[in-house]
């Protein structure tokens, strides 16, 4: 059986990082993924499943890049500060040309 | 404090689960929502699933817990390895981006001086235009950055930047002229009272690169005008909204209102008189805490009153938002995770004075006491400079303890020296965090998720 949490980058990723359920998506690192596939086709939580997550969530921890400057290499604006402090709105990220905001 | 989230799962030292402490979890409309401040992610989860969830976190174990709904938390970074010190990993991220020299960014004051007699201006202003010599001392060091960094940011700042239009022009140009030649992304935004923001200086500015501008309005024309009233005394908010037609034509525009109790029930009045100028939908507008900063004692600032505390202007931060969504001038957000925050703290950034004189943060401009050294030679720096390079929100058992770590990585330093404003060094998050996951999730769920996945971000720019 092949490991339901490898780090192949494949549609079925695609699909379990894009859910709807996803209000605001999480900033994954890239090439991680953990597969849809894997996950869907678990008939239920077992410890041996556990102990996969773990594994994964694991390697997510080590991964976790610094907020604002993505693996991609992109920069982006942050927004951080909601307004609410009136000296330090001015987040410190930028984003390159052109980049649009909301 | 927040409560020690308990593990579940195998009990190895590796496999466990446990909740991370960043987690807010609210209700809505049948479904629960879990938003992780560290992540910046937010889940929906059934109500159904929840309970399984719930069940085996509490240790009734895993028999009807959805693997797919554990997966998604993990990815959200809402469920954790048992043991994972979140703190230590934050201030990891804290201290590698505050040392990042990836990016170089400059704030540059080209003219301390000001057409606007503000009276809640934190700045001890004179008529200081930046001298050809300082120009030139500031691009030999923009220079040297780019031999090794990959994106240089300018914030035009003041006094009022365009007063000192020709100094940003000119400066301008060899930035780009030199960012180009270095393979460098080179970006600048503008803070602005916005009174000479006129078409001729529109195009001017976008240019040069100007992405992003920032102009204050504090009210409907009576209460602007009085609170940010030209030097002379007299009003300027209808140059300011015909201005902001052009502006709108070429840069990403918000609009800070400053905010006291005061002018917070006057807002609405604003709001209307900028959706009839048909600005919904085409800018931002976000509230600003104004605070009485004693500190230097010839700004004028030193005896401003009337200011809300911390949690006072949370509320009506809160308020402030929901009329504007109204009025299409902001949609809901959530703050996303950061680095070290800001300029002050960051080692690799500087706030340059008209007369080259250096500063950590902005509000300092004009104090001689923050003075931190001169452009000639940025290496020789005081010993004020260690203050900010020290400055650790990790080292601070409230921070430490605070759901909004994450969002705003200690808050705002400068306020954190000042004991008189010790409790504004904070962002509102900590104070309305629930009711802000709230607020957002409702919006979201009435709109539809469209345009809202990819998270939707507010530029915040400081101006006075």
Not at chain 1, 87 to 92: A, E, F, K, R
Not at chain 2, 9 to 30: D, I, Y
Request: hydrophobic share 35%.
């Amino acid at each position: 059986m092949d490991d339901p949490y490898d780090v192949d980058d494949t549609t079925e990723d695609q699909a379990m990082i894009d859910d709807d359920d996803f209000l605001l998506r999480p900033d994954l690192p890239e090439g991680f993924r953990v597969q849809l596939s894997g996950v869907v086709s678990a008939q239920g939580v077992t410890s041996d499943w556990l102990q996969r997550l773990g594994s994964v969530m694991m390697q997510l921890q080590r991964a976790s890049s610094i907020p604002g400057k993505p693996a991609c290499g992109k920069l982006r604006r942050c927004g951080s500060f909601r307004g609410g402090c009136p000296n330090l709105s001015h987040c410190g990220t930028y984003a390159p040309p052109g980049t649009p905001t909301v | 404090m927040l409560p020690q989230s308990p593990a579940v799962g195998p009990q190895t030292e590796q496999q466990g689960l446990q909740e991370s402490r960043f987690n807010v979890w609210v209700e809505q409309g049948g479904s629960q929502y879990v938003f992780n401040s560290a992540s910046g992610a937010l889940l929906r989860v059934a109500t159904e699933d929840y309970q399984g969830y719930r069940r085996l976190m509490d240790g009734a174990g895993p028999a009807d817990c959805s693997p797919k709904v554990l997966a998604r938390l993990a990815a959200g970074r809402m469920i954790i390895p048992e043991g994972t010190d979140e703190l230590e990993r934050l201030s990891e991220i804290y201290h590698e981006s505050r040392h990042s020299t990836s990016m170089f960014a400059l704030t540059i004051v080209t003219s301390l001086g000001c057409n606007f007699a503000c009276p809640y201006c934190f700045e001890a202003k004179h008529p200081s235009i930046m001298d050809d010599e300082v120009q030139a001392l500031v691009l030999d060091v923009v220079e040297r950055q780019l031999e090794r960094v990959d994106g240089f940011h300018v914030t035009w700042f003041g006094g009022e930047p365009l007063v000192g239009k020709a100094p940003l022009l000119a400066l301008s140009d060899r930035f780009i002229e030199r960012s180009d030649a270095a393979g460098a992304d080179y970006s600048a935004d503008v803070i602005t009272n916005g009174y000479l923001l006129d078409s001729e200086m529109c195009r001017d500015l976008r240019e040069r690169r100007v992405v992003g501008v920032q102009v204050g309005l504090d009210g409907p024309p009576d209460v602007h005008d009085r609170m940010r009233p030209l030097a002379g005394g007299r009003g300027n908010f209808w140059t300011i909204i015909s201005n902001l037609h052009h502006a709108l034509d070429r840069f990403s525009v918000s609009v800070r209102v400053n905010v006291d109790s005061g002018n917070v029930d006057r807002v609405e009045e604003l709001f209307v008189i900028l959706r009839d100028e048909g600005f919904s939908n085409r800018l931002t507008v976000y509230p600003g805490q104004l605070v009485g900063i004693t500190k230097n004692l010839l700004a004028p600032s030193a005896t401003y009153g009337g200011c809300f505390t911390n949690p006072e202007f949370a509320k009506a931060e809160r308020r402030f938002l929901e009329l504007a969504e109204h009025y299409g001038l902001a949609t809901p957000s959530l703050p996303s995770p950061t680095g070290a925050p800001c300029t002050a703290v960051r080692a690799n950034e500087l706030v340059v004075g008209s007369k080259g004189e250096l500063y950590k943060c902005w509000n300092s401009v004009g104090d001689p006491l923050e003075e931190i050294g001169h452009i000639r030679d940025v290496t020789d720096t005081n010993g004020r400079l260690s203050k900010w390079l020290m400055y650790d929100p990790f080292s601070n058992d409230e921070c430490r303890s605070c759901i909004a770590l994450p969002v705003c990585m200690g808050g705002c330093a400068q306020h954190a020296f000042d004991e008189d404003q010790y409790e504004n060094r904070c962002g509102t998050f900590r104070h309305t965090y629930r009711e802000q996951v709230q607020d957002f999730v409702r919006y979201a769920e009435d709109r539809g998720l469209e345009g809202l996945v990819t998270s939707p971000l507010v530029r915040r720019m400081e101006t006075r």
